[in-house]
């Protein structure tokens, strides 16, 4: 017990010199200038008073003070006890202080060895936003926004299930590409979208078969049946796994891939509702399309397109939006009340805030876009335009999608021949129609 207690006083000894050395060495140097400057004040100020009092006051006050000389003092036992007391209660405070600074050094030292916590980690998924192609197509894309840090991303999908599937069920992971690189890899912006190319689908009428197919390495998985023979028609459910480089783990995400009739395709989200299926056109109902003039371009160096109902016995088309293109959203267009059967009309692109018969808006927000989203490889940016519409009763709603090709190098080419009166016009494909698919939405 002894030994105990020698101990700890020596530990508090050891702390309070160490803690002086390292907090309290100052005191050596502001101590003796207190010392002067107390002296000082004591000097001329209190010495004085004193003599002021003295002078002054004395007579008064010293019946008070020879009162208070005379009355009985305490015994020299009771100021011990007293003073005893007084320095147990120091000891015990003193005693307090380093037993509380001894167990809050071993709690910090405890928590530093732990693990870090998990809100260090706060993100350990890619922050990422995935979007399927709306409506059916003949290809499938996912794209991919990326809310995160700059990074390179890769993706797999993987295949869950198979339903209405008249072929052998192979349940394979497969790596996806990326639609601008052609590439597993690619480095993303923060803010940037870009798409996975994931599946298509196709006939071929010699064998009288339709088929659809997950597009990825090492091998894509595909699904084969008659026309006409199947249904319902061939279901996939995969997962979509989205890896950053700079992330410890993958996103993921569920998705249901069904096929259509004609080399048709539709993905949404596992266990949410497909989008409204198309309706099959009839002979009478309107139908849109939407054409670049790019042999204008040389002689007004603007870019306009034409609008057009055509087939024959077709109704009026009415309310006529275009839709903005998603990878330039500033470009909009022109509200077209109604075509007549077989009309066409003229429209000129607009950018938000400028004038569109500058000609020249349009153009460079495309090549803005084809710095974001543009295949580097092919030097082209592919886009879609939509166009909705209804007939003359209002009770049939229709959508045009027009894919288009816009060309940098093509607009360099004729840009050269701009102002120049040259015969014949040499061709340029700065915008180039791709295909147009008309549906009526039910």
């Known amino acids: 017990m002894a030994e105990e207690f020698k101990d700890k006083i020596e530990r508090w000894r050891e702390q309070i010199i160490g803690d002086f050395r390292k907090k309290w060495w100052w005191v050596l140097i502001v101590a003796p200038l207190i010392f002067v400057v107390l002296g000082l004040l004591y000097d001329r100020a209190f010495g004085a008073a004193n003599k002021y009092i003295d002078e002054h006051t004395l007579p008064t006050i010293k019946p008070w003070l020879s009162a208070i000389w005379k009355a009985p003092r305490p015994s020299s036992l009771a100021v011990w006890a007293f003073v005893g007391f007084l320095a147990a209660l120091l000891v015990l405070c003193v005693h307090a202080y380093f037993e509380s600074r001894q167990n809050k050094n071993s709690l910090q030292n405890e928590t530093d060895s732990l693990p870090p916590a998990e809100s260090e980690y706060s993100f350990p998924l890619p922050n990422v936003e995935l979007t399927p192609s709306q409506g059916q197509g003949d290809r499938l894309f996912l794209e991919v926004h990326n809310q995160d840090e700059q990074q390179l991303f890769n993706a797999q999908c993987r295949v869950l299930d198979r339903r209405n599937d008249p072929n052998p069920k192979r349940l394979l992971t497969l790596d996806l590409k990326w639609e601008r690189s052609s590439s597993r890899e690619l480095d993303i912006r923060n803010g940037e979208r870009c798409n996975l190319y994931v599946a298509r689908a196709g006939q071929d009428h010699n064998k009288e078969i339709e088929w659809i197919e997950i597009v990825g390495s090492p091998e894509s998985v595909q699904s084969q049946w008659t026309i006409g023979n199947v249904e319902p028609l061939p279901e996939y459910d995969v997962e979509v796994i989205i890896f950053g480089s700079k992330k410890k783990e993958p996103y993921s995400q569920k998705f249901t891939i069904v096929a259509g009739r004609e080399s048709a395709l539709e993905m949404f989200l596992m266990h949410s ?10 002979e009478h109902d309107p139908k849109v399309y939407l054409e670049p003039l790019n042999a204008e371009f040389i002689s007004s160096g603007r870019l306009p397109f034409e609008i057009s109902n055509r087939g024959q016995r077709v109704n009026v088309a009415h309310r006529i939006m275009i839709q903005r293109i998603r990878v330039a959203p500033a470009i909009s267009f022109d509200y077209v009340d109604h075509l007549d059967m077989a009309e066409h009309k003229k429209i ?27 295949q580097i490889e092919t030097m082209r940016l592919p886009f879609q335009i939509k166009i909705k519409y209804e007939d003359v009763t209002g009770t049939r709603k229709f959508e045009s999608t027009v894919d288009m090709v816009y060309s940098p190098i093509e607009e360099d080419n004729a840009r050269r021949y701009l102002g120049k009166n040259i015969v014949p016009r040499p061709e340029s494909s700065i915008v180039k129609l791709t295909g147009t698919t008309i549906r009526r939405l039910v």
């Open 273 to 282: 509702k497909p989008a409204p299926r198309a309706a099959p056109l009839d």
């Open 348 to 374: 000129i692109p607009g950018i938000d805030g400028h004038n569109p018969f500058l000609g020249a808006g349009f153009l460079s927000e495309l090549r803005k876009a084809f710095d974001r989203h543009g």
